[in-house]
T-cell receptor, first 116, second 115 residues
Framework: DTAVSQTPKYLVTQMGNDKSIKCEQN?????MYWYKQDSKKFLKIMFS???????INETVPNRFSPKSPDKAHLNLHINSLELGDSAVYFC???????????????FGEGSWLTVV | AQSVTQLDSHVSVSEGTPVLLRCNYS??????LFWYVQHPNKGLQLLLK??????LVKGINGFEAEFKKSETSFHLTKPSAHMSDAAEYFC?????????????FGKGTKLSVKP
């Protein structure tokens, strides 16, 4: 079983549409994240949730809204998609606030979003 | 603030020769440091991590990295490259303070392995 799984893996959609990416982890972790990788392969955190509570919300347009129905799930909903939203979105999880205590952050395989 | 700099955007080696991917970090605190690998169209896989224990860290697939505080470096090495090592490698430092748990990624080094 994949530890951190996200769906869909590939998504092509038109500008202006609303789409969601789902993420689930079966590791029993209490912290989940969304990272964005741009066309230059640069990775940056978008959101972090700990026990379903938003901890980190970097400078991200409010068209992006994370939803955590429970500790094992963190979905990413994007409204009014723009061309610049095209990227790879990675979900991740860790036990506790991961890296600061040396705990490993585990990543999903990524969701390739293309906005046309 | 924490930051990480990968000194080479692209490294090319021949199969069977040593690999050296360079990384320097900046941190006001004692950092946690990681190397992740990303194969084409794949997710991120943890190679190894340093968390203030042994300064020489061994990871998967024969990779290792040495934490050198005096040089603020965490270079990744492997004695003998394999074709399957061709991928993008990211040096990562953890952040502290208000963004605990946030990983700060370097810009990546693409490793090419020639037959």
């Amino acid at each position: 079983d994949t530890a951190v799984s996200q769906t869909p893996k590939y998504l092509v959609t038109q500008m202006g549409n609303d789409k969601s990416i789902k993420c689930e982890q079966n590791l029993g972790h209490d912290t989940m994240y969304w990272y964005k990788q741009d066309s230059k392969k640069f990775l940056k955190i978008m959101f972090s949730y700990n026990n379903k509570e938003l901890i980190i919300n970097e400078t991200v347009p409010n068209r992006f809204s994370p939803k955590s129905p429970d500790k094992a799930h963190l979905n990413l909903h994007i409204n009014s998609l723009e061309l610049g939203d095209s990227a790879v979105y990675f979900c991740a999880s860790s036990q506790g606030m991961g890296s600061s205590s040396g705990n490993t952050i585990y990543f999903g395989e990524g969701s390739w979003l293309t906005v046309v | 603030a924490q930051s990480v700099t990968q000194l080479d955007s692209h490294v090319s080696v021949s199969e069977g020769t040593p690999v050296l991917l360079r990384c320097n970090y900046s941190s006001s605190y004692s950092p946690s440091l990681f190397w992740y690998v990303q194969h084409p169209n794949k997710g991120l896989q943890l190679l190894l991590k340093y968390t203030s224990a042994a300064t020489l860290v061994k990871g998967i697939n024969g990779f290792e990295a040495e934490f050198k505080k005096s040089e603020t470096s965490f270079h990744l090495t492997k004695p003998s490259a394999h074709m399957s090592d061709a991928a993008e490698y990211f040096c990562v430092v953890s952040s502290y303070g208000g963004s605990q748990g946030n990983l700060i990624f370097g810009k990546g080094t693409k490793l090419s392995v020639k037959p």
